[in-house]
Nanobody, 111 residues
Framework: QVQLVESGGGLVQPGGSLRLSCAVS????????VGWYRQAPGKQRELVAA???????NYADSVKGRFTISRDNTKNTLYLQMNSLKPEDAAVYYC?????WGQGTQVTVSS
Protein backbone atom coordinates (compact mmCIF):
# COMPACT_ATOMS: atom_id res chain seq x y z
CA GLN A 1 0.00 0.00 0.00
CA VAL A 2 1.43 3.32 -1.10
CA GLN A 3 1.32 6.14 1.43
CA LEU A 4 2.48 9.74 1.19
CA VAL A 5 2.15 11.68 4.43
CA GLU A 6 2.87 15.40 4.40
CA SER A 7 3.68 17.52 7.42
CA GLY A 8 5.06 20.93 8.25
CA GLY A 9 2.35 23.23 7.01
CA GLY A 10 0.94 26.04 9.10
CA LEU A 11 0.52 29.76 9.48
CA VAL A 12 3.48 32.01 8.79
CA GLN A 13 3.91 35.73 8.32
CA PRO A 14 5.00 37.15 4.96
CA GLY A 15 8.75 36.82 4.65
CA GLY A 16 8.80 33.80 6.91
CA SER A 17 9.85 30.22 6.28
CA LEU A 18 8.39 26.75 6.48
CA ARG A 19 9.74 23.31 5.76
CA LEU A 20 7.39 20.69 4.42
CA SER A 21 8.14 17.00 4.70
CA CYS A 22 6.61 14.01 2.96
CA ALA A 23 7.20 10.50 4.22
CA VAL A 24 6.73 7.98 1.42
CA SER A 25 6.17 4.25 1.74
CA UNK A 26 5.08 1.43 -0.53
CA UNK A 27 7.21 2.37 -3.55
CA UNK A 28 10.91 2.27 -4.32
CA UNK A 29 11.35 5.91 -3.41
CA UNK A 30 14.96 6.29 -4.51
CA UNK A 31 14.05 5.37 -8.11
CA UNK A 32 11.22 7.86 -8.46
CA UNK A 33 10.86 11.41 -9.61
CA VAL A 34 8.85 13.09 -6.87
CA GLY A 35 7.50 16.54 -6.39
CA TRP A 36 5.27 19.09 -4.75
CA TYR A 37 2.11 20.58 -6.17
CA ARG A 38 -0.10 23.22 -4.66
CA GLN A 39 -3.65 24.42 -5.07
CA ALA A 40 -5.02 27.70 -3.86
CA PRO A 41 -8.77 28.37 -3.57
CA GLY A 42 -10.27 29.06 -6.96
CA LYS A 43 -7.06 28.22 -8.79
CA GLN A 44 -5.78 25.25 -10.70
CA ARG A 45 -3.38 22.85 -9.14
CA GLU A 46 0.18 23.69 -10.16
CA LEU A 47 3.58 22.07 -9.99
CA VAL A 48 5.81 23.80 -7.47
CA ALA A 49 8.97 21.74 -7.70
CA ALA A 50 10.18 18.28 -8.67
CA UNK A 51 13.31 16.25 -8.13
CA UNK A 52 14.48 13.24 -10.10
CA UNK A 53 16.07 10.08 -8.76
CA UNK A 54 19.41 11.58 -9.74
CA UNK A 55 18.79 14.78 -7.87
CA UNK A 56 17.98 17.09 -10.78
CA UNK A 57 15.44 19.70 -9.84
CA ASN A 58 13.01 22.03 -11.51
CA TYR A 59 10.87 24.79 -10.09
CA ALA A 60 7.92 26.93 -10.99
CA ASP A 61 9.11 30.38 -11.97
CA SER A 62 7.13 31.87 -9.11
CA VAL A 63 9.19 30.05 -6.47
CA LYS A 64 12.67 30.00 -8.01
CA GLY A 65 15.25 31.36 -5.62
CA ARG A 66 12.92 31.02 -2.64
CA PHE A 67 12.01 27.34 -2.44
CA THR A 68 14.33 24.35 -2.35
CA ILE A 69 13.26 20.78 -2.96
CA SER A 70 15.38 17.94 -1.60
CA ARG A 71 15.15 14.28 -0.79
CA ASP A 72 16.63 11.83 1.67
CA ASN A 73 16.54 8.38 0.11
CA THR A 74 17.69 6.77 3.37
CA LYS A 75 14.53 8.04 5.02
CA ASN A 76 12.21 7.83 2.00
CA THR A 77 11.36 11.44 2.63
CA LEU A 78 10.84 14.45 0.39
CA TYR A 79 11.28 18.02 1.60
CA LEU A 80 10.35 21.50 0.50
CA GLN A 81 12.13 24.38 2.17
CA MET A 82 10.13 27.54 1.61
CA ASN A 83 11.71 30.90 2.36
CA SER A 84 10.59 34.48 1.83
CA LEU A 85 7.00 33.33 1.76
CA LYS A 86 4.41 35.57 0.14
CA PRO A 87 0.64 35.69 0.58
CA GLU A 88 0.29 34.23 -2.90
CA ASP A 89 2.13 31.10 -1.74
CA ALA A 90 -0.81 30.21 0.47
CA ALA A 91 -2.32 26.94 -0.70
CA VAL A 92 -2.71 23.28 0.08
CA TYR A 93 0.59 21.60 -0.77
CA TYR A 94 0.61 18.04 -2.04
CA CYS A 95 3.42 15.53 -2.25
CA UNK A 96 3.32 13.43 -5.42
CA UNK A 97 5.12 10.25 -6.45
CA UNK A 98 4.12 8.38 -9.61
CA UNK A 99 0.33 8.57 -9.70
CA UNK A 100 0.08 8.78 -5.93
CA TRP A 101 -0.82 11.89 -3.98
CA GLY A 102 -0.64 12.76 -0.33
CA GLN A 103 -3.55 14.22 1.58
CA GLY A 104 -2.11 17.71 1.46
CA THR A 105 -0.92 20.17 4.06
CA GLN A 106 -2.21 23.71 4.40
CA VAL A 107 0.15 26.66 4.14
CA THR A 108 -1.24 30.03 5.17
CA VAL A 109 0.78 33.22 4.72
CA SER A 110 -0.73 36.13 6.54
CA SER A 111 0.16 38.89 8.92
Amino acid sequence: QVQLVESGGGLVQPGGSLRLSCAVSGIIFRLKTVGWYRQAPGKQRELVAAITSGGSTNYADSVKGRFTISRDNTKNTLYLQMNSLKPEDAAVYYCVADAYWGQGTQVTVSS
